[in-house]
């Protein structure tokens, strides 16, 4: 894995594009005494490599920052940019390849198509690309494995457990060179064992340069990530990051090569 | 307690000294809990006093070996035959500091709470890191027994860290209930409870 103080030092030195921007974004949802404010002036730049973890409140608007920065709605008011093409300026043509080519979303009730099997719907998203159906067939192939289900392949929607429908979600959230992955609660049906080799595939798809947006209720799932942010009420509140990780880092640290500098902490009995 | 049971167990295994002990006690535990070579030989000595080991010899170098007796197997046994008592869990810094923190005037509790989950969340990050390489390290062909005692010792640590955020976030909904509650009301129940 890389180390974080690199890819901040890297941030600093040289002005990378933010594979997702979100600037001021607002979503309100109704008019009047209904209007709900969903989402309330969210600035958000996630970068190249960099996992980004989003956690918060039940209604805070986690589903709804995600559903903006896929381009599945539109804001009401400033900007999404995914990979320097702002969304709401797309046509809606433009829109579904940026949306098929650019980002993998993992949605929170997994979204299959029933009558298609595991690898027909990891493959879709290729297919409606272009591809031929034998390659777009071997790279499902390639996800399923990569996600530890090779063996579902033909298996439909219904003859499949919830964690496994779930686990074929983020395979096909992970095909292609999509550069944005967008998953929200990717963990929530599967075991601890099993969330874990999920994170551990989200976490190496970063590590290899590809961004990625992760809504979870679980801190330990959050913690995989290089950053964590809080919405509370449509608005972010505090963050942890980069910046803060060194410091605790020493604690961990100590540990791996067994260094013999470690005399300080006395926990005497 | 630990570090006396974990030195036993480890002399279980065959006559050691001071010096290797404490690596092996680190290499156990992914050095989470760091020893020096001095708390190893006092805990040595006390454990000799104890009668639970004794002095096995010396290499050519000098060091001193150390050897389990009888007695200080059975102390192991019932060591690993006894659950570790958290009836009367340890003082918590962070419990009173925001019990403090909602009683003291003048003081943001909210603020201390979510400064803490910045730092403990961070920690966790941090602990994840190394768990990512000792799971990797135990999928390993060839992993030993130290690959998952360090993995097991860090899943502790990560679900400790799980817990206290898990808190933290609980505390900071029960306070935004409390400052939402009407404030003449309020008012009336501490009139009240003087009364
Ligand atoms: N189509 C809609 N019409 C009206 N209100 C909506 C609509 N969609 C979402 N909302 C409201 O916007 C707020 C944010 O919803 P959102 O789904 O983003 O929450 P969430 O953080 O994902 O919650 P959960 O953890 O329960 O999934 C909620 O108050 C919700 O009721
Ligand atoms: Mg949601």
């Known amino acids: ?269 | 307690m630990s570090i006396r049971h974990g030195l036993l167990a480890l002399l279980d295994q065959g006559p050691r000294y001071g010096y290797q002990l404490r690596t092996e006690f680190e290499s156990r535990t992914g050095s989470a809990w760091p020893l020096n070579v001095g708390q190893v030989y006092t805990t040595l000595s006390r454990l000799e006093r104890d009668g639970l080991v004794e002095p096995s010899g010396e290499d050519d170098e000098g060091h001193v070996f150390y050897a389990v007796t009888e007695q200080g197997r059975q102390e192991l046994r019932s060591w690993f035959d006894t659950p570790v008592d958290r009836r009367s869990p340890p003082r918590d810094e962070l419990a009173i500091k925001l019990a403090m923190a909602v009683t003291v005037p003048g003081v943001d509790a909210t603020a201390v709470l979510q400064a803490q989950r910045g730092h403990t969340m961070t920690a966790l990050q941090a602990l994840t890191r190394l768990k990512a390489r000792a799971l990797a390290a135990v999928e390993r062909p060839g992993a030993a027994g130290p690959d998952l005692a360090w993995l097991l010792v860090l899943d502790q640590q990560v679900f400790q860290a799980e817990a206290e955020l898990n808190w933290l976030n609980n505390c900071e909904t029960r306070l935004i209930r409390h400052a939402a509650r009407p404030a003449r009301e309020t008012a009336v129940r501490e009139g009240e409870r003087e009364r």
């Not at chain 1, 595991?118 to 690309?129: Q, T, V």
């Not at chain 1, 799932?221 to 509370?232: I, N, Q």
């Not at chain 1, 449509?234 to 013999?260: C, I, K, M, Q, T």
């Open chain 1, 1 to 269: 894995m890389s180390a974080p103080e690199t890819s901040a030092q890297q941030w600093k030195d040289t002005p990378i594009a933010p594979v997702l921007r979100l600037q001021a974004v607002s979503r309100v949802h109704g008019a009047g005494p209904a209007e709900v404010h969903a989402l309330s002036g969210v600035d958000l730049d996630v970068l190249p490599g960099e996992f980004v973890a989003v956690m918060g409140p039940s209604g805070s608007g986690k589903s709804t920052l995600l559903t903006l920065a896929g381009g599945l709605d539109a804001a009401s008011s400033g900007r999404v940019v995914v990979e320097g093409q702002e969304l709401g300026a797309l046509t809606t043509r433009a829109l579904a390849a940026v949306r098929r080519r650019s980002i993998g979303y993992v949605f929170q009730d997994f979204n299959l198509v029933p009558a298609l099997t595991a690898a027909e719907n990891i493959a879709l998203p290729r297919e409606l690309d272009g591809l031929s159906a034998r390659r777009a067939r071997t790279e499902a192939q390639a996800a399923l494995a990569e996600i530890g289900i090779a063996e579902l392949a033909d298996r439909f929607p219904d003859e499949m457990s919830g964690g496994q429908q779930q686990r074929v979600a983020i395979a096909r959230a992970l095909i292609g060179e999509r550069r944005l992955v967008l998953a929200d609660e990717p963990t929530g049906a599967l075991d601890s064992s099993t969330g874990e080799a999920v994170l551990a595939v989200l976490r190496a798809r970063c590590d290899a340069g590809a961004a990625a947006v992760m809504v979870t209720h679980e801190s330990r799932h959050a913690a995989w990530a290089d950053r964590v942010v809080f919405l509370r009420d449509g608005r972010l509140v505090d963050e942890s990051g980069p910046a803060r990780v060194e410091a605790s880092l020493r604690v961990g640290l100590g540990n791996l090569g067994g260094s013999g500098g470690s005399d300080t902490a006395g926990d005497t009995e």
